[in-house]
């Protein structure tokens, strides 16, 4: 949504908006205040999913209690909505978000695997990889950077990745075999805790008030409210989604490193590679800029355990650092860009892995209680039950799999471009940063270049060597600190505190927007249907009279 980028294009062309301005020969369109052409302006905010979720909660019977479009899903599409609430509440744990009183994130503290118990193998494996490599370049000096090749850092990622996923195979909320789900309805001990997933969401409680922001403010306003509930109460009641809460936040950590790890796999040559600034920035004082063709282990290590154990800010932090060629804490545009990108994608791959193994743990149209006693009474009916109707119960069940899947997949691929419109808001990042680099002005260079007109043989031949010099301007962009962005980031471009929380919420709007449409598709039929009976009715009155 273009919710905070309502005003002026920083980066749109210059071009007079005033209709009474006289020109003989019009150089551009007319711009109007809400257009968004090519000559500026402002970003209209026209979003078809938000106008029809409007169009839908306009349609709420507030009578029957419908207040919100929650409640007026039916109880088996109120199970997919519950699930990506409880999706939601495990990943916004993991982003670093806050929830009565539990966190998964220190921000001030140092980040570290050795937190997370199935992580602690996987931390000491990185340690002993830096202190294999310092033997080996017999450096006392523990500062010492320890740069690798492109084949070096190709096998580290391949063993990396064979640990991750032994681990993510053996950790208990890791969904298990068809046999074992079988097994897993009578025995509530070898149910994954991903079954309970929905049993997990933010609360509020009715005499507490939800923290807002208002316009202008960068952090919410703490509001004194009375007759809250007491800290011992209060942990009894979320104490019984406690365990549920660390195990699955600990299996989406261990996917959010695997993703990681197969995102950056093939990403050598951009992780190394120098932006067209430098080579030209390089080439106003005559030097040739080349790639080191290296990595540093310390930084690449740093961004896994980001991943592992840090939240998204960390994540952007750490990979700030990594691309950091020159180590000065300034980025190119593109840079900033390639960095914010790089957070982002591994996020969306472990989220798609973790919906999807939310839905294989557990059937997505049961209404039983994973672990119940009642379970074992369910499963002497389906004993029971038909072949016509078992085979109906895994179709629907298929299709209740196909559907959930689709929305999230769907949102993964839209949400970000679409709805975020992160390259408008990256683009505002960089404009409105104050940069003290350059004192944040473009810089023009004229760079003259020295070429031979001749080739060695006419040299060779003519004993003269006759050379012109190509004189071109350079523009060079000033760069942009991690603080500079962060300032404007946290403004403009809030949503990349809250990556996997961003991606629930669109997943839960385009449910909200198939589920409307479908209830709106059954009211449709009814009403034909009721007008072909009437009309049915009457030309055959008419006909027998």
């Known amino acids: 949504m273009s919710d905070n980028l309502l005003g002026y294009n920083p980066m749109a062309n210059t071009s007079s908006t005033n209709k009474n301005v006289k020109t003989e020969k019009p150089t551009g369109p007319i711009i109007g205040v809400d257009s968004n052409t090519e000559g500026g302006g402002v970003w209209a905010q026209t979003n078809a999913k938000r106008d029809k979720l409007g169009e839908l909660r306009l349609e709420l019977k507030w009578d029957q209690g419908q207040k919100t479009l929650d409640d007026a899903a039916t109880p088996e599409e109120k199970l997919d909505l519950y699930l990506i609430d409880g999706i939601k509440a495990i990943t916004s744990f993991v982003d670093g978000q806050t929830f009565r009183g539990l966190s998964d994130t220190d921000i001030q503290s140092e980040i570290s695997l050795a937190s997370h118990p199935a992580l602690q193998d996987f931390g ?37 990745l064979e640990h991750i996923e032994q681990i993510r195979s053996q950790h208990v909320a890791a969904p298990p075999s068809s046999d074992e789900i079988k097994a897993a309805t009578l025995d509530s001990s070898k149910i994954s805790p991903l079954a309970f997933i929905r049993d997990v ?22 509001k004194s409210v009375k007759n809250q509930i007491p800290a011992s109460l209060e942990k009894e009641l979320y104490s019984p989604a406690q365990e549920t809460l660390q195990h699955c936040s600990e299996y989406y950590r261990i996917l959010l490193v695997q ?63 990594l691309i950091d060629q020159d180590k000065d804490g300034l980025l190119d545009q593109v840079e900033m860009d390639r960095v914010v990108m790089l957070s982002i994608h591994p996020v969306e791959e472990a989220l798609r892995a973790f919906a999807e193994d939310c839905t294989d743990v557990w059937p997505m149209r049961s209404m039983e209680l994973p672990g119940q006693e009642n379970n074992q009474l369910g499963e002497e009916q389906k004993v029971q039950k038909g072949r016509y109707k078992k085979w109906k119960e895994q179709r629907s069940e298929k299709k209740a799999k196909k559907t959930f899947m689709k929305m999230v997949n769907k949102a993964i691929k839209r949400h970000f471009d ?32 020295n070429q031979d007109d001749q080739s060695e043989e006419t040299g060779k031949s003519s004993g003269n060597f006759l050379t012109s010099a190509k004189k071109r ?15 404007e980031q946290k403004e403009m471009f809030p949503h990349l505190d809250r990556v996997s929380q961003e991606l629930c919420t669109g997943s839960k709007e385009e449910l909200w927007v198939l589920q409307g449409t479908g209830r709106q598709n059954a009211e449709l039929k009814r009403e034909s249907l009721a007008f072909l009976a009437v009309v049915s009715i009457l030309d055959a009155f008419i006909t027998l009279s």
């Not at 017999?138 to 070096?152: G, S």
């Not at 040739?288 to 994540?315: P, Y």
């Not at 390259?423 to 940069?435: G, M, S």
């Open 124 to 160: 000491v494996l990185m340690k002993e990889y830096e202190e294999e490599r310092l033997s080996q370049i017999n450096a006392d000096d523990e500062n010492t950077k320890i740069m690798i090749d492109k084949q070096e850092f190709e096998t580290q990622m391949n063993n990396l």
């Open 201 to 222: 969401m933010e609360y509020y409680p009715p005499n507490e008030i939800q923290p807002t922001v208002k316009k202008g403010e960068k952090e919410p306003k703490s």
């Open 259 to 321: 993703s990681c790890l197969l995102h950056l796999q093939d990403k050598f040559e951009e992780l190394t590679q120098v932006s067209d600034a430098d080579m030209d920035r390089a080439a106003t004082t005559g030097e040739i800029l080349e790639s080191t063709n290296t990595i540093d282990v310390a930084a690449l290590h740093k961004v896994i355990e980001a991943f592992g154990s840090g939240g998204c800010v960390q994540r952007v932090e750490a990979l700030w650092s």
């Open 418 to 449: 679409i709805d975020v419109e992160v390259p408008h808001r990256l683009r505002c990042c960089y404009a409105w940063a104050e940069k003290t680099h350059q004192d944040g002005k473009l810089q023009s260079v004229l760079v003259e270049e």
């Open 473 to 487: 301007y350079v523009e060079l962009d000033p760069k942009i600190s991690y603080s500079e962005f962060r300032a």
